[in-house]
Each structure stands twice: as structure tokens, then as C-alpha cells.
């Protein structure tokens, strides 16, 4: 019944093979389909933070304004590419709908909830499936090199302790000294001491062959073309590899999702964000924590042999070209916090990757009112790594037709109509 499975899932990134595996641990019968190869979207080269505090959205007070003001530097890490797109117009100004205090501070608790949620199922997935993925829970520094980003900073982190986040402030000093690669002219920073990191790559790697061993069916190179809809149901999904039937179908198809879900007269508000990642060996003397560097929003991830500087967001549609000057941006706003060299002499690889980012930054899980068989996945932006133990354990549930462990009526497909 290869054709006819239980539960379809489409796309192979974190949140598709993680919804396998809590679905398979269920004993359900699944089939994973992707277009390219599983893991080959945004999960595979991006900073591998798992960061459960790090609770403020996009969307957060004032993000607009700054945005603006970073789109008149071509180094920025923020950039939208102007452009007549309906879609973009609508999605951006929900998102400056969404960029407010009351807005921000009503998500705050299910944030806490989702990311604390999913750091517990990471620790208890990679300890009982030995998962060789390089995931270290040692903490992540975050750092500012102005005073006043280190003030705008600890404005932030009394709001994340008002959620009972555990995080350190630290001065420069203090900073300094958690790790011999920072440089001594640091303002301060914050200690965050819940947060793993882990190589996503080797992760997916792992995760896919051992749903493979539990019975789930990975189909790549496979992709969605149509479908067919009768009586409230999807009950034909037409790939290039032929036509499926399955009971029921989870969308997760990353920053492609809203292609993907269209001709099921869906809309999603999904825009791609263009990020890149450069990898290298890691050098004499560089950093042995995770850090996300304030001011450049530059991520610096230790990946067992290798050291990975990722960064920038890029609101320009599904264009997936390498811009060189944003790439040489990411290295110059790591070397402005680093002592240790910062050079691509030996370098592993230069990646981009697309973030599938919702107008509030709160991803999209569960079944909409119009197909009776269908759970959507996606929308994770900057956490899809983070969330993606908890939004498979949820969609299994939501599939189960179980009552959720955590209430997601928010998250709902329809909140958008
Ligand atoms: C530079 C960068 C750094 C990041 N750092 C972090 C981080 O440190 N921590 C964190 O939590 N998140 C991070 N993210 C975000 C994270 O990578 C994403 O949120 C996450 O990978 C999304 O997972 P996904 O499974 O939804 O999408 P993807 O991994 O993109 O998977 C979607 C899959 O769907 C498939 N697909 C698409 N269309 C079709 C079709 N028609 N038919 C079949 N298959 C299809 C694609 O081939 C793809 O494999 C980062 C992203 C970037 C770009």
C-alpha cells in the first residue's frame, strides 16, 4: 500500500521528518515526500540554535522602524526587495499590525510553553535515539559591543525574567571571560543557560535513518503537482512520481508552503526570508559557545570540527542567488565581537537557506475548517530547528484526534481569513 499510506507527509525538512517520528512512535504507517533530497531545505545549513528563551518575535515593538532603516544599508542584516507583490504588501502590513507591546506580550506565554516544551523533547529524542549530531546543551552568550545595545538588551531580558527565562547578565568583563575568542572591548552581554546547539545537517541525517528503521517510507525527489477534493477531503495528491491516497496529509513544506497549499484554495501568509551560513574549519583559539552577536545579528555555532557564522534576513521572494557583499557583512559583524581570525581560508561552505516567516512570527499548526484530513506545519521563521520536536509531537496528537498537551487554537490555519 505504498501508495495509500496512512499519513502522507509533504516536505522533509525538521518539521516533516520530526512529525514522522512522533506519528511512527505511534504506530502510525507514514510516507515522507519531498521535491529534492530530506533535509535539503532550510534545515540543513542553518545555525542549529536551539534557544528556547529567546522568546521575542519579529514582530516585535519598533522592528519596522529599524527594519527601514537597515534597508538603506546594503550590509544590513534586515532587507526587503521592493517589489509589487500582493502577497508581500498584505503580509507586511499585518506584520506592522503585529509589532506592538499587547501583541508581543499575548504570545510570550505560548512561546515559553512551545520552545521550553520542544528543549525537553530534544534532550529525551537524541539520549534515546543516540543521535550523533554534535547537540551540546552548554548555554548561549549573547553579546553587545555598544553601550547601547547592552541597555536595549537588559531592557529585553527583564521582560523575558518576568517569564521566568534563566539568563545571567553580564558585564564586559564577565562576558569576556565565558569565552577566550571574545573580544575584551565588549559592552556586556547575556548569558542564557537553558540553550543546545546542534548540527542540523548530521541531525536530519540521523533523525531520517532512524524513521526509516521505525517503518516510516521516505519518498525524495517527489514532488506535489495537484490534487483532488471531494466531500471536504483531499483524497488524491497528485507528484511526479505518480498519485497517492492517503487517510491524511500534513503540510509541511516549509517556505513553499503557500505554493504548495494553493491549489487547495489555502492561503497562507508565508514569505520566504533569505538567510546565509558559512561554514569553516574551526580555528586555533575560536569559540567554543554558541553566540548571537547584538548588533549585526550575526549567529557563530561550534559544530564539532567546524564553526559555522550565519546571519541576515532577506525578504525577496524565492530567489536563492548568493549576494557576496551580505555574506563578507556576516563575517565582518563576527569579527567586530571576536578576537579569534576570522577567515574563510578553510572554508567547509557557503550556504542559503529560506525561513518560512508568518506576519507574527507564531507558526502555523493544525487543521483547517475547509479539509476534514488535512494538518498544516509550518511558518517556524527563525525557530523551525527549535520547534520542531514539539510541532511533531503536536501534530501527531492533533492527527490522533487528541485533545493537544498545549492549547494551540491561536495557531490555527483559519486565524487569518
Ligand atoms: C541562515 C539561517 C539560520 C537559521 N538558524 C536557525 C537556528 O539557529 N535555530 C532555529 O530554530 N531555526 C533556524 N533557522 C530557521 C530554520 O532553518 C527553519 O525554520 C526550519 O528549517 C524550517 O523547517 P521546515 O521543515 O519547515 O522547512 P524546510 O527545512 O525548508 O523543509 C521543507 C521541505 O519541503 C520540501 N518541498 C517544498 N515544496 C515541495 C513540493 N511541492 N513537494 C514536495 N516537497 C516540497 C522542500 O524541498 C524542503 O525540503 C535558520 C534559518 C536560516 C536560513
Known amino acids: ?115 521550553f516544551g520542544s528543549a525537553d523533547l530534544y534532550h529525551e529524542l537524541i539520549a534515546r535515539e543516540r543521535l550523533d549530531c554534535h547537540y551540546t546543551q552548554a548555554g548561549l552568550l549573547m553579546l553587545y559591543r555598544t553601550e547601547h545595545g547592552f541597555e536595549e538588551a537588559q531592557a529585553e531580558a527583564r521582560l523575558l525574567q518576568e517569564f521566568d527565562v534563566p539568563l545571567r547578565l553580564l558585564d564586559g568583563p564577565a562576558a569576556a571571560e565565558m569565552d577566550p575568542a571574545v573580544s575584551p572591548e565588549i559592552a556586556g552581554g547575556i548569558y542564557f543557560s537553558r540553550d543546545a546547539h546542534l548540527d542540523p545537517a548530521l541531525f536530519m541525517q540521523a533523525l531520517a535513518k532512524r524513521v526509516e528503521e521505525m517503518g516510516v517510507t521516505l519518498r525524495p525527489d517527489t514532488e506535489v503537482l495537484d490534487y483532488e477534493v471531494a466531500g471536504g477531503k483531499v483524497t488524491t495528491v497528485r507528484t511526479t512520481r505518480g498519485d497517492f491516497h492517503p487517510g491524511q496529509i500534513v503540510l509541511a513544506a516549509g517556505a513553499w508552503s503557500p505554493d504548495v497549499a494553493r491549489a487547495l484554495s489555502l492561503r497562507l501568509p508565508v514569505q520566504p526570508a533569505k538567510g546565509y551560513s558559512i561554514t569553516v574549519k574551526q580555528p586555533d583559539g575560536g569559540p567554543r559557545l554558541p553566540m548571537l552577536l547584538g548588533e549585526t545579528r550575526v549567529a557563530v555555532t561550534p559544530l564539532g570540527p567546524n564553526l559555522r557564522y550565519a ?3 532577506e525578504l525577496a521572494g524565492m530567489d536563492f542567488s548568493i549576494n557576496q557583499r551580505r555574506v563578507n557583512a556576516i563575517l565582518n559583524g563576527a569579527r567586530s565581537f571576536l578576537v579569534s581570525p576570522v577567515e574563510t581560508d578553510n572554508l567547509v561552505e557557503i550556504w542559503r537557506g529560506q525561513r518560512p516567516c508568518t506576519p507574527n512570527g507564531l507558526p502555523i499548526i493544525g487543521r483547517p475548517a475547509s479539509l476534514s484530513n488535512l494538518i498544516v506545519a509550518t511558518g517556524h521563521a527563525t525557530s523551525g530547528i527549535s520547534l520542531a520536536p514539539i510541532t511533531g509531537s503536536l501534530v501527531a496528537q492533533i492527527a490522533a484526534g487528541q485533545p493537544t498537551e498545549i492549547d494551540i487554537t491561536v495557531l490555527n490555519p483559519d486565524r487569518f481569513r
Open 311 to 313: 546571519g541576515t534576513l
Open 1 to 115: 500500500m505504498a501508495n495509500n499510506p496512512e499519513i502522507m507527509i509533504i516536505g522533509g525538512g525538521a518539521i516533516g521528518i520530526c512529525s514522522a517520528y512522533y506519528l511512527a512512535q505511534g504506530g502510525r504507517q507514514v510516507t515522507v515526500i519531498d521535491k529534492g533530497a530530506m533535509g535539503s531545505g532550510a534545515s540543513y545549513g542553518n545555525a542549529g540554535f536551539i534557544i528556547p528563551g529567546h522568546l521575542i518575535p519579529l514582530a516585535a515593538p519598533g522592528a519596522l522602524a529599524q527594519g527601514l532603516k537597515w534597508m538603506l544599508d546594503a550590509e544590513s542584516p534586515f532587507y526587503i526587495k521592493p517589489r509589487l507583490s500582493r502577497d508581500l504588501i498584505r503580509w507586511t502590513w499585518q506584520f506592522r499590525a503585529a509589532s506592538n507591546e499587547k501583541t508581543m506580550r499575548a504570545a510570550l506565554p505560548l512561546q515559553r510553553q512551545l520552545g
